[in-house]
């Protein structure tokens, strides 16, 4: 049975780092006053930059704690791809993204630190490919790695298998891709003023009476997008997983990501055989004149 790429101790530091900035940045225009001068599109440059250093940590910090080596590297970079291939088919139709549902099985085979990375990465790349490119894009990575790295976090293969494994996971991709669009509509709805009273962000205004306000701009706005991408996680989590997870898991075991590696002291300070060498011939050797 392949197992998840643990996650140690300095990668999991590196991962509750990087979900506090993201909490900050997403939430803290409900704690901004009204002289403020709420510019939310502003905090991207500053968020893309603290999270490219942080993606980077979490996977030195992952490599430090013997999780992730080169191979597991390469498998980030294939399904990185992958990911970023898939997500142009949906070209965002009623909110159709088919590469949801291979964050969660990625997730779940290869553990909550790649799932983070993978989801970072993947809404990167999908970006540059797609032209997806504006002061949304370091929270929608922020967003997707959290959703992969939920996968992740998932009971364990050992406890549940086959078609209850197939279930639960739809299951998460479903509430994942609510939460998802609702992470993201937190991060646009600051802009948006003068809608209404009943779905406008009022800066300053107490946080109860903003979130109540949020939730009907979700109802009214994106309860539409947010159904279309999970009813298609579930659909493809259901007809695909079965044959998607057993593929990624007969890679992660014929990688070996977890295999140790141990090195022998024995093999520098031994005897070393060197190949032999052509003796010299001798006047017995060399056949006389004739023979």
């Not at 403020?36 to 893309?48: E, I, N």
């Not at 999270?51 to 990185?80: E, F, R, S, Y």
């Not at 992470?183 to 003068?194: A, K, P």
């Not at 295999?259 to 520098?268: M, R, T, Y």
Request: proline share 7%; glycine share 14%; hydrophobic share 55%.
């Amino acid at each position: 049975m392949s197992r998840a790429l643990r996650i140690g101790p300095r990668a999991a530091a590196a991962l509750v780092l990087v979900t506090l900035i993201g909490i900050a940045a997403f939430g803290w225009p409900l704690l901004a006053d009204r002289q403020s001068g709420l510019a939310h599109s502003q905090d991207a440059p500053w968020l893309f930059a603290a999270l490219l250093p942080l993606l980077v940590a979490v996977v030195v910090a992952t490599i430090a704690d013997q999780g992730m080596d080169a191979k597991a590297v390469a498998m980030l970079g294939v399904l990185a791809a992958v990911g970023a291939a898939l997500r142009p088919l949906g070209a965002g139709t009623a909110g159709l993204e088919p590469m949801f549902f291979l964050m969660v099985l990625s997730g779940r085979v290869l553990g909550p630190a790649f799932g983070f990375v993978l989801g970072s990465v993947t809404m990167f790349a999908s970006a540059l490919l797609t032209g997806g490119v504006g002061p949304w894009m370091p929270f929608q990575m922020l967003a997707l790695g959290w959703f992969a790295l939920g996968a992740g976090l998932l009971p364990g293969p050992e406890r549940i298998r086959g078609r209850a494994e197939l279930l639960m996971l739809a299951a998460y991709g479903c509430a994942g891709s609510f939460a998802y669009g609702t992470v993201m509509n937190l991060q646009g709805w600051v802009l948006l003023q003068g809608m209404g009273q009943g779905v406008s962000f009022h800066p300053g205004d107490p946080v109860g009476a903003n979130l109540a306000r949020f939730a009907a701009y979700c109802l009214a706005t994106s309860l539409g997008w947010d159904l279309g991408r999970a009813v298609l996680t579930v659909v493809l989590t259901l007809a695909l997983g079965g044959t998607v997870l057993k593929a990624l898991r007969r890679a992660t075991r014929k990688a070996a990501f977890d295999a140790p590696v141990s090195f022998d002291p024995g093999a520098e300070s031994g005897p070393r055989h060197s190949p032999k060498r052509a003796q010299p011939a001798t006047e017995g050797d060399i056949p006389a004149p004739g023979r």
